[in-house]
C-alpha cells in the first residue's frame, strides 16, 4: 500500500488500476468510484482491522470494456503495470504507470466510435493581443490542426464546429461549457511553445509551418504536443504533419445550427434522422470519419466546391466504374487507426496483415480512376502510392492468420529467422520425444496406462493409476497424489522439460524482436502511408457523394459569389427518406439575390413552414461541402454562415428562461450576421406577451431587411405579412391549406402570399383535445376576433397592437345561437330569417 500511495499521489485526478497478478486493483476512493459506476463488487483489506481499505478490481483481460466504460463518463484513467522484477528480487514487484487514457487521448478501438473523430483540443489566448489559438489532434489517425482566432466568439463557434472529446486549457474562462476540461497549472511561453514544436517536427523554427506570428496558435499546437508526450511518448510518431487553416475558407457552423438543423445527431434522439447518416453511404471507416469532416467544415470557395463537384460528376456518369470503386473499398480495413496504434508501439499481428491487405486494394482502385478526368480525381491517383514494398515485407513476415496477440507465438513466418526455425523444430519434435517415452516407459514398468502429460503449474509429469502405483520405479520422483492417481518426474523428462521451455520462451523474445523491427521499418514509411490513406479516404467521399446522388435522386448545384438562393423543386434530403415514396412534396424557393432580404412564411402548424425552410439551410450545407442536393435545380451563392433560431428551450441550470434563450440566439444573430449570411427564424417573440413579442418579431424583421442577410422568417403573427407593403425586400409566402367546415387538409405547398389564419384549433384536435374542449375554445375564437389593428407610432412605422379584442364584443348568447346552427340542413331562406333576427337582437342590444 506504500508502493500504491507513493503511485497514487501523482495520478490525483485519474483512477488508478493498479496491477496485481492477473488483476486491476483499485482502492480508497478510487475503488468507491469504481464499483458504483462499473457495477462491480466493493470489497476490502484487512477485513479484521477497524479501518478496512475499500477495494475492487477488474481481470486483465477484460480491462479495456470497463476502461471504456469509465471513459465515456469523463473520468481518466492511469495503468500501472508491473515491471520486470531484477534478479534477487524478493517480495514486492516494480510497478509505474505506463499510460494516462482520457477521453482525448484514446487509440484502442474499444474505447473510440468506428465513424466519428476524437480529438483533443487546446485552447489559448493571448493576453492584450485579442488572439485566441485553438489546435487539435485526433491521435488515433495523425489528424492535426491549427488556427488564430480574433474574437472569443469566434474560438467558441471553432469549438463547437469540432465537438472535441477533451479541452486542455490554462484558462477555463475562454472555452464553452459542456465539454470535458483538462485545466493546465500555466500556459506554455512563447519559446518554449516554438522549442516544442519545432523540435517535434524537425523544424528550423516554426515559420514553415504557418505559426510566425501566430503566438496563440503556436502555443496551443505546443499544448497538445507536450500533453501527449507526456501521458503517451511514442504516440506522437503517427503527428507527422501540422496544417493551419484559416476559418474565413470555412462556412460557420455554430453549435445551435448544428443542433437545430439535426446535422450529426436529431433533437427525437433518433440516430437515423440525421443529415450525416442519410449521407453516410461510405465504404470504409476512413471514409465516413472524412464525409463527418465535410460536412462540419463547408467550403466557401466557389473554385474549391467546383472542384468537388467535378469529381462527384465524374463519378456519377460512370457508373462501371463507381460500382467497382465502392466495391474494393468495402474491403479496405481502417488503415488510419492501424497506424496510429503502429505509432504508438500497440498495433496486434492482425493490424499488420490488414495494413497489407488494404494496400493490396491499391492498385485495383487505381485502375477505375482515369489519369485525363477531372483535378482532383487526378490528384487522387497520384496520392495512392500501392507501397508494394511495405506489403511484401508484411507479407513475407507475418503468418497469413496470425493470432492477435503477440505472446500468443506463432506469429512470424517460417524462414525468416534460422534460430526461430530450430527452436520451432524442437517444439515440433517434442510430441513424437513425448510420445516415444511415454511408450518406452510402459513397457520398461509393464503399466500399460502409464501415461505422460503436461499443466502449466506442474510441467510435464508421469500419471500411474493408485492400482499400479507401487509397481513405479525407484527412479521415479514422486511429484503430485491425485485421488485416482499419482504423478512422478524422472531427472531426464526433467531436462527435456527444460529445454522445451527455454525453447519456448525463446521463440517469444525471437518473435517479438522481428516483430519490432518491422514496426519500426514501418514507421520509417509513415509519411507516404499516409498520404496513400488520405488519398482512400477523400476517394471514398466522393464516391459515397456520387452513390448518394445517384440512389436518391440528386443533382448538381451551380455555385456563385452573389447572393443568389434558386431551388427548383427542392426536398428536405431527411424528411423524405421518413416517409413512403412518392409521399414528401417537393417546394421551390426563388430569392432573388437584387431585391429580397426576408421571405416571411406564414400558415398553419404542421403545414411544412420549418421542413421547407431547414431543407434550404441543409441544401446550402451539401452544395458547400462539394455534394450533389435533393433538387431538379439549384443556384447558389455562398452562404458565410447558417443561423437558426428555431423551437423554444429553457436553459434552467444557467438560470435562462425560455425566453432569454430565445433572446439570445436572436441577438448573436443580428450582431454577427452579414449580407452572405443565410437566416432561419422559426418563431420569434412567442415566450412573453403577444405586444412585445409582435414588437420585437417586427423590429427584427426590419433590421434584418437593412442587413440584407437572406433571410427566411416563419411566423404566426400574420400582422408581420404588412411588411411586405412596407419593404421592398420582404416578400410574403404561406404553405397552402384546404378548408372546408372544419376539417383542413395540408398540402405542404409554399404559395405567394400571406395567409391570415394559423388553424392552431383544428391541430389541437388532431393532437386529441377532448370535443368539449374544441367547441368552447370555438366560440373564444369567435368572441374576441383575432383580428389586430395595426396603427402608425408618431416616430416611426412600427405596429401598435391595441387590443386583441373587437371594439365592440359580440354578445355571447348571439354567438352561441350561431354555434348551434346545423348549415348541412339549412336552405337560403332560413338563412336570411336568421341573419334579420341577429341583426335586431344586435340593434337592441346597442
Not at 440512389?551 to 421518413?578: F, Q
Not at 400558415?603 to 455534394?627: D, E, Y
Not at 428562461?657 to 432561419?680: H, P, R
Not at 402570399?753 to 370535443?771: K, N, Q
Request: charged share 25%; net charge negative; proline share 4%.
Amino acid at each position: 500500500m506504500k508502493q500504491y500511495l507513493e503511485i497514487k499521489k501523482d495520478y490525483q485526478d485519474t483512477i488508478l488500476f493498479y496491477r496485481m497478478g492477473d488483476f486491476y486493483e483499485m482502492f480508497y476512493d478510487d475503488a468507491k468510484s469504481a464499483s458504483r459506476m462499473l457495477g462491480i463488487t466493493l470489497t476490502t483489506r484487512d477485513k479484521g482491522k477497524p479501518d478496512p481499505i475499500p477495494m475492487c478490481g477488474v481481470p486483465c483481460h477484460s480491462a479495456s470494456s470497463y476502461i471504456s466504460r469509465l471513459i465515456r463518463e469523463g473520468i481518466k484513467v492511469a495503468i500501472c503495470e508491473q515491471g520486470p522484477a531484477s534478479s534477487g528480487t524478493k517480495g514486492l514487484m516494480p510497478r509505474e504507470v505506463v499510460r494516462v487514457i482520457t477521453p482525448g487521448l484514446v487509440l484502442e478501438d474499444d474505447h473510440l466510435i468506428r465513424d466519428k473523430a476524437n480529438y483533443l483540443m487546446a485552447v489559448s489566448c493571448e493576453s492584450g493581443q485579442d488572439a485566441f489559438g485553438i489546435a487539435f489532434a485526433d491521435i488515433s489517425t495523425g489528424d492535426f490542426r491549427v488556427a488564430q482566432l480574433r474574437s472569443r466568439q469566434d474560438c467558441i463557434n471553432e469549438v463547437q464546429r469540432v465537438s472535441p472529446s477533451e479541452i486542455i486549457t490554462s484558462d477555463t474562462d475562454i472555452v464553452p461549457e459542456g465539454f470535458f476540461i483538462t485545466r493546465l497549472n500555466a500556459a506554455i511561453p512563447v519559446d518554449r511553445a516554438r522549442d516544442i514544436v519545432s523540435s517535434h517536427f524537425k523544424t528550423i523554427g516554426v515559420e514553415g509551418l504557418g505559426l510566425k506570428g501566430r503566438d496563440a496558435a503556436l502555443i496551443a499546437s505546443a499544448m497538445v504536443i507536450d500533453y501527449v508526450k507526456e501521458r503517451l511518448k511514442d504516440v506522437l510518431a503517427n503527428i507527422t504533419s501540422l496544417r493551419f487553416y484559416n476559418t474565413g475558407r470555412y462556412m460557420i457552423l455554430g453549435q445551435n445550427t448544428k443542433r437545430n438543423l439535426e446535422l450529426f445527431e436529431s433533437i427525437s434522439g433518433d440516430e437515423s434522422a440525421t443529415l450525416y447518416r442519410i449521407m453516410n453511404n461510405a465504404g470504409t471507416s476512413m471514409g465516413s470519419r472524412r464525409l463527418a469532416d465535410w460536412i462540419s467544415f463547408p467550403l466557401m470557395d466557389p473554385d474549391e466546391i467546383n472542384l468537388r463537384l467535378d469529381a462527384v460528376e465524374s463519378l456519377v456518369q460512370r457508373g462501371d466504374d463507381l460500382t467497382d470503386i465502392r466495391r474494393q473499398l468495402k474491403d479496405v480495413p481502417d488503415m488510419e487507426r492501424i497506424v496510429g496504434r503502429i505509432s504508438a508501439g500497440s498495433a496486434s499481428p492482425r493490424d499488420m496483415v490488414s495494413l497489407a491487405g488494404g494496400l493490396e486494394r491499391v492498385p485495383a482502385i487505381k485502375s477505375h480512376i482515369k489519369a485525363d478526368g477531372p483535378g482532383m480525381l487526378v490528384s487522387l491517383d497520384q496520392g495512392l502510392d500501392p507501397l508494394t514494398e511495405i506489403r511484401e515485407k508484411i507479407e513475407t513476415t507475418i503468418v497469413d492468420e496470425p493470432p492477435n496477440k503477440l505472446t500468443d507465438g506463432g506469429v512470424i513466418a517460417d524462414g525468416i529467422d534460422n534460430d526461430l526455425d530450430e527452436l520451432r523444430a524442437l517444439r515440433k519434435d517434442s510430441r513424437q520425444w513425448i510420445a516415444s517415452l511415454e511408450s518406452g516407459e510402459r513397457e520398461a514398468t509393464g503399466i500399460n496406462n502409464l501415461k505422460i502429460g503436461y499443466n502449466r503449474v506442474f510441467g510435464y509429469y508421469i500419471e500411474i493409476s493408485k492400482a499400479n502405483a507401487d509397481k513405479a520405479p525407484e527412479s521415479y520422483i514422486r511429484k503430485q497424489t491425485l485421488t485416482n492417481a499419482e504423478r512422478f518426474i524422472t531427472p531426464e523428462l526433467k531436462e527435456y522439460e527444460a529445454r522445451l521451455l527455454g525453447a519456448e520462451d525463446a521463440i517469444i523474445r525471437i518473435e517479438t524482436r522481428i516483430f519490432s523491427q518491422l514496426r519500426g521499418f514501418l514507421v520509417d514509411y509513415i509519411t507516404r502511408i499516409k498520404l496513400t490513406i488520405d488519398s482512400l479516404a477523400c476517394l471514398d467521399v466522393l464516391a459515397c457523394l456520387a452513390w448518394t446522388a445517384v440512389h436518391n435522386g440528386y443533382n448538381r448545384p451551380v455555385i456563385t459569389d452573389g447572393r443568389a438562393i434558386e431551388v427548383r423543386r427542392g426536398r428536405h434530403p431527411v424528411v423524405e427518406k421518413v416517409l413512403r415514396p412518392g409521399e414528401f412534396v417537393p417546394n421551390s424557393c426563388i430569392f432573388n439575390p437584387d431585391k429580397d432580404t426576408l421571405h416571411i412564411i406564414t400558415g398553419p402548424n404542421m403545414a411544412g413552414k420549418s421542413t421547407f425552410m431547414r431543407q434550404i439551410a441543409l441544401t446550402t450545407i451539401m452544395a458547400q461541402m462539394g455534394s450533389f442536393v435533393p433538387a431538379d435545380n439549384v443556384v447558389l451563392g455562398v452562404a458565410d454562415r447558417i443561423f437558426t433560431r428555431i423551437g423554444a428551450l429553457d436553459n434552467l441550470s444557467a438560470g435562462q428562461s425560455t425566453f432569454l434563450v430565445e433572446m439570445s440566439e436572436t441577438a448573436d444573430i443580428l450582431n454577427n450576421t452579414t449580407d452572405k449570411s443565410i437566416i432561419i427564424l422559426d418563431e420569434i417573440g412567442r415566450g412573453t406577451s403577444t405586444y412585445d413579442g409582435m414588437s420585437l418579431a417586427w423590429a427584427v424583421a426590419e433590421y434584418l431587411d437593412e442587413k440584407r442577410a437572406r433571410t427566411f422568417f416563419a411566423t404566426h403573427y400574420h400582422e408581420l405579412s404588412d411588411l411586405a407593403r412596407r419593404h421592398k425586400g420582404i416578400k410574403n409566402f404561406h404553405m397552402a391549406i384546404e378548408e372546408s367546415g372544419h376539417e383542413v387538409v395540408f398540402l405542404r405547398e409554399l404559395r405567394r402570399g400571406a395567409i391570415g389564419r394559423s388553424f392552431g384549433i383544428y391541430v389541437a384536435r388532431l393532437a386529441g383535445i377532448p370535443e368539449s374542449v374544441i367547441n368552447n375554445a370555438r366560440t373564444i375564437l369567435m368572441n374576441i376576433g383575432k383580428k389586430a389593428k395595426t396603427v402608425s407610432s408618431v416616430q416611426a412605422d412600427v405596429p401598435v397592437q391595441t387590443s386583441l379584442f373587437s371594439d365592440q364584443a359580440a354578445q355571447p348568447e348571439i354567438v352561441q345561437e350561431i354555434m348551434r346552427l346545423d348549415m348541412e340542413k339549412m336552405r337560403p331562406i332560413d338563412a336570411l330569417n336568421i341573419l334579420y333576427k341577429i341583426r335586431e337582437k344586435a340593434a337592441k342590444s346597442d
